[in-house]
């Protein structure tokens, strides 16, 4: 299947639909589920205690996917995802042209950083990796280890809410308002602590690295703010609680 033509179609027809006063509930299904499916697994980390890979299935073709739509994401779950991991948001820096769908997209501020109310909980530890998303340079940070007591943790990147968990297990959703004041993009100090890893980009074997030496991703330049893509504007944010819950 030619993937990215097929997305172009479904896109096309979501677009229609979406532009019906009563589309055919059905086909829209069918767009939704169409469009889930095609949605490749992208490796985003591995978890720092056991090594084992996590994957993501993320529209890497481009923000004009409804994989990025704030409010009402079509996504499907993570094919692998070990039990320690907690949560998973991230950052990009956007290259021209810029996508303007009609759905509101919130993919981060330009650079990576960390959740510090998250990352100083003992034994959490989080890995970085860049994720390309069509023209744009994306990047995902998943934080691993024991659920912090009473610690909110942070939004599902490019989403307004993340999974809870009871019994150890998921259950259910809570929400996070976006705010700059909560992160750090000081990431050099957690590279030394040991409590931030990374992958390096285009590394096929996905191996976790340890360390400042030789990352990309510290003092990296772009605005430290919150990027918000709506109605035909590129917004730059100190926090974001529009369009629903984050």
Known sequence: MDVPAE?????????????????DPHRVQDVN???RALLPDITVARSPETGEPVRWPIDVFGLDGRFWDYEKPIRRPSSARPPEWLAMTGAMRLADPVEHPRFPVVPGPDVPFVVPRILDAPDVR???????????T??????????????????????NKYLIYQGGGPGGWDWAIPRVADYDFELEPWLRSGKLLWLAPG???AALREGPSGCPFVDLPGERRITVIRNGLVQHLASFA?????
């Open 242 to 246: 529009g369009h629903g819950a984050g």
């Open 126 to 136: 989080a890995v970085l990796a860049e994720v390309p998303v069509g023209a744009h």
């Open 7 to 23: 997305r172009a179609r479904l896109l096309a027809e979501g677009d229609r639909l979406a532009g019906q006063k009563s589309p």
């Open 33 to 35: 589920r169409r469009y």
């Open 203 to 205: 590394d096929e074997s």
């Open 138 to 159: 994306g990047w995902t940070i998943s934080y691993f280890g024991p659920l912090p007591d009473k610690t909110r943790l942070v939004n599902l990147w490019g989403t």
